[in-house]
């Protein structure tokens, strides 16, 4: 049976007009730096009349909860029955997920409490512990070099993703179950990058997050070998592993590309360059608003956590509509097909630089 045809561009991607500067757009650096000053503006009064439970609470009680459900999952996985076991795994996939994307993504945002020792604290936890990554380098390479140049070749255009030496089916398909197996390897091998000091923290708080699963795999769910116990391990760690890695496709590559002495201000950067998918109750739960369908407002104000991102969505999306600047949104089923029918030129060859005259 054939594949389906690839759906059509969303329109700021397709139409010739979303390239260009808005006409009624102030496009000089004043005028851009006023649009986003007014924009914070909006946002700010939204971000101060909110409890602390929207600010933070509610992101916080999420990640509570994956952490108790825990011990269910484990025990679940004791039980012969078939239906039993796989809640478990699912159980434990999904709080795995929502532990190391949305935990340690709003940690090293600073996005789960506003003092900066916690921060750290928790940054610690979620990336060393949870997802067995260094916290220094997922902040340099997240924080300063992804959000900072948002698309910007060579240093902010989701580079790390693009693997061209793969084709289309074992990326799309295959490549994501590597992604447990990758990541601590990655992570030892910039140990050798940092002080001796930071790099034996990081390999002891790793080794602290893949043993303790490990252990707890054989001496609370049964596991009977150390190799069930590790596959077990791979199979829970890449549960949501898919959507992880095309997400972190999907709202970026495609979109303008910018080079790095002629990118545009920030609010035309974030504008063009970042795409919000729509909402989807999982990936929700385990990614975040501010990964999925917030992923506009989060590039914009990267602070809030996902719970307010959400909640000053309307604002954005209204405050960009009226001045007439992109504002990109796309289903995951469309951006799938987009990327598996033009995977040559989107993940294996050099994007093109997007030419925005007047922006700059």
Known sequence: MGSPSPPSLPRPLASA???????????????????????????????????????????????????????????CLRSE???VFALGVTILGVCHYTLTVKGSHLAIHGALTESKRWSKIWAL????????????????????MHHGYTNVLGLGDSSTW????????????????LIPIITPLVAVERLRKVELRAALRTFGLILLGLYSHYWLLLNVSGFKSPGSALACMLLTRSLLAHPYLHVNIFQHIGLPMFSQ????????????????????????????????????????????SDNMCLKVKPVVSQFLHEKQLPYNEDSYLARFWLFLSRYEELMVQAPPITELVGLQ
């Open 125 to 144: 936890f979620f990336v060393e512990v949870c997802t067995a990554f260094t916290a220094e380098y997922g902040r340099y390479g997240h924080v300063k």
């Open 261 to 304: 002495d002629k990118k545009p201000r920030r609010i035309h950067m974030m504008s063009l360059g970042v795409l919000n998918l729509p909402r989807l109750p999982v990936l929700d739960w385990a990614f975040g608003h501010s990964i999925i369908s917030c992923h506009v407002e989060h590039h914009l104000f990267p602070q809030l």
């Open 81 to 83: 029955n078939v239906l």
């Open 17 to 75: 007009e979303a390239m260009e500067p808005a006409r009624d757009a102030p496009l000089e650096s004043g005028g851009a730096e006023a649009l986003l000053g007014e924009l914070e503006a909006l946002v700010q009064d939204v971000v101060r009349a909110s409890s602390w439970w929207e600010r933070h609470g509610v992101d916080c009680a999420i990640l509570a909860l994956s952490l108790f459900a825990l011990p269910a999952g484990f025990l």
């Open 162 to 177: 693009r693997l061209p030496f793969l084709n289309r089916y074992v990326y799309m398909f295959l490549a994501p179950f």
